[in-house]
């Protein structure tokens, strides 16, 4: 009796359970992961989108700060450091020029990472207009964020440009990675006229100033494009529309300049009422840089003790040379950059302290030191010296001049009064390598500033650089790129000048 | 068998005795800080201290130097930083950029003080320094901060205490003619800015008269790069 109710139950068991596993699971295979981020399930609404620009910004990040090469491209090059080969030997010879020299690795010619930040930017141009607006929180978001897209992909190609000259142009993004193709390097003046219809879409989307205070600087805006058309023009040797842009930065762009002395270095914490453009470093939302420890691969190279508690070595001490060479006015020394920037300047451990912001996550220990000063990529000094240089140029001298005594007054330095043409050009040059010193510009002001009629009269003779106008005019500031990347892509070609040299 | 038993073993105790005189260590001897000669004489069998050693000569130190309980030397770089130093001052003063000075050329009797800023009565050695640091006077009568400071160069981190290298610091005034501190509390709270400081190289040598730190090649000799400001 027990067993034929045993088998009976068995029996049921067993019906049940064919029935259920024949129809359920019918849906729950069908569904998709709710967090999934494959194209055709994304961009579907205004979180989406806002959640796309900021992973376009990360990307940016990441790119810049990468081996430290936004001060590798913009600052060794310019020699302002003297860079202790034993310790970065890398930087040392690309200091000297030598791009292809030892221990210089690929990943200062690798423009993968730029390339994942284009295709982002790429997926949200092409994406993001389709978005129903009900679905943004804030309706303005939506043309906002097509805006920002359009700055960074400006932004992205005309940084670019500078490093390698000619790039491949990629306006599209690839939705299937089995049809993505190669395309050869589009010549750099194409690459810049891409930009600047870019932003001239970029400025119409964008708005001046913000209405959030958090994103100031941080995020683009009308005043970010105007700056970096400002940038682009004069990179061109555009002068007249450079002029134009710049004054819409400072006309009408709602920047001021900080005069109190006292919050000088709240300009490289970043946020600052004269920021234009930065990249959010802040520990204070756990998005510091960590220099410090087996896996951490932040590298400070300019700041030593006092300012990291625990680190002895100085790789990129101050070349005394340049630094004497720019402060060598009388009142240099009462100039408040000389003060403020730089750590113990006349010695051969002359340390640059503009990004020197640091917090130690373990207390007194001190041990695990955090950066927490923002990247600085445009700013209202750079733009109305960029402006002066620009005003000289088109033969304004006068109100050149206004402009430059307007940031030379601020470092607390005497006025110019009587200077015109070249004598002048080099006056705003050097003053645009004293202001924005280890901000990743000095070189390309360098290389800027040759003369158009004939490009083998420039300044950069004068800087004790290892470049020379010669150089210059055979392209050996462009950068040479990997070689890892013509494995897949074979319609790539080297850039001219470092053809045979690697 | 037992004839066996007994050559086994005496084979195994003549390996025993004879083998192992050697010793195995190829390519020196085991680490000792002790040289067993003075100051002076040791300076002088190493080439890296070829112009201290003209340079104690010509100021006839070499009793100095033989008394002193800690000296911090300098290498060649350290006297060549200052001769280079010293030219481009000198070519802004006589307006001759071409003016080269020669290390004969120095004035010796004038410096003499400048290198007893160097020596110490007492010996500091790694064990009786701390980070903060002694601010000891020199037999010149100046005073400098010996100190030990932690570094997480070529460790990263891996050690719950950190290793520390010796440092020597001169104690600049804050503006030019002001007065510098008299003592560790001074140093304690002054500006970072005013401290000039020298990483040591080589700690911690002992000769029969004393002990001999050897500061980085990077130094300047008097401090010179940090003097003129």
Redesign the interface.
Known sequence: MKIKKLKYTAGLLLIAGLVSVTTSCKKILDLEPHNSTFTSAYFTNGIDANTAIAGAYALLRSALLNKTSFHVYGDATALEFSINSGQDDAAYNISNGEFTGLNVDGGFWNWTNYYQLLQQINLIIVKVPDIPIGTFANQDDKQRIIGEAYFLRAFTYFYMSRIWGDVPLKLTPDLDISQAKNIPRTPAADVLKQCLADLKIAENDLVFGYTDPSQQAVRANKGSAFALEAHIQAWLHNYAACDVAAGQVIDNGQYQLVEDTSQFSKIFIGKSSEGIFEINISYGQSEGIAL???NNPGYAPTLS??FI?????LEWPLS?VYIKQLFNDTDS?KDIRYQKYF??P????GQTIKYANITYADGSAK??PRLSNNLNIFRLSDIMLLRAEALNHLGRDAEAIVLLNKVRNRALVHSITSESGDELAQTILEERLRELFYEGQSFYDLVRTKKVSNPLSGFIDQYNSSFSDTKLALGANYWPIDPAMFKDDLTLTQTPYWVGKL | MKNIKIFALLLFAATGLLSCKKSYVIGGDLFKANVNMTTYDYLKTNHAFDTLVIMIDKMQLKNDVNSSGTFFALTNYSIHNYILAKQTQLQIQLNDENFKLKFDSLDFTSLKDSLRAYMFKDKYTRDNLTQTGVYATALDGEKRLINLRPTTDYTNNIFTTDPQYIYLTKVLPLTPGGPVPVDISGVLAADPKQLFTVLCQTTGIITTTGILHVLSNNHTFTYFDAVVN
């Open positions: 410090a420890g087996p003790f006092p508690y625990s680190k002895s070595n005394t020394k750590f113990q006349e010695s051969n451990a041990n695990d």
